[in-house]
């Protein structure tokens, strides 16, 4: 099975978005992969200094390591803005609001009427 990454293991269907071959490197090298991105390991090669650059943003993932941690990143991210805590928050009475949408008591001038 695939190692942790802040607690988080990709479920079967999860998994079904990866090939064999993408599951397998992160089988074996997803703890290197995540050190790698977090900063916590230094790249020693020009593949690490690229696949630090994929993951700033600042190049574009070619690799079989950097699209297959690319993707696992990405379902990540998508189960992120599914959770089911965010649900639980917007049922405990956390009001959501549209995008521009005011908060109640707030003013165009603020403290400064």
Not at 2 to 12: E, G, N, P, S
Not at 16 to 36: K, P, Q, W
Not at 76 to 91: G, I, Q, V, W
Request: glycine letters at 8%.
């Amino acid at each position: 099975m695939i190692r942790t990454y802040h607690d988080a293991k990709l479920t079967k269907g999860e998994e079904a978005n990866l090939t064999d071959a993408e599951i397998d490197l992160l089988s074996r090298h997803l703890g290197f992969y995540v050190d790698l991105s977090i900063g916590s390991r230094i790249p020693r090669t020009d593949a690490q200094r690229h696949f630090v650059k994929v993951f700033n943003g600042r190049e574009t993932a070619f690799t079989p390591h950097e699209e297959a941690f690319r993707k696992f990143r990405a379902i990540l991210s998508k189960r992120s803005m599914t959770s089911p805590e965010k649900s639980k928050a917007t049922k405990a009475g956390i009001p959501e609001y549209e995008e521009g949408s005011p908060r109640p008591g707030w003013t165009p001038l603020g403290r400064f009427q």
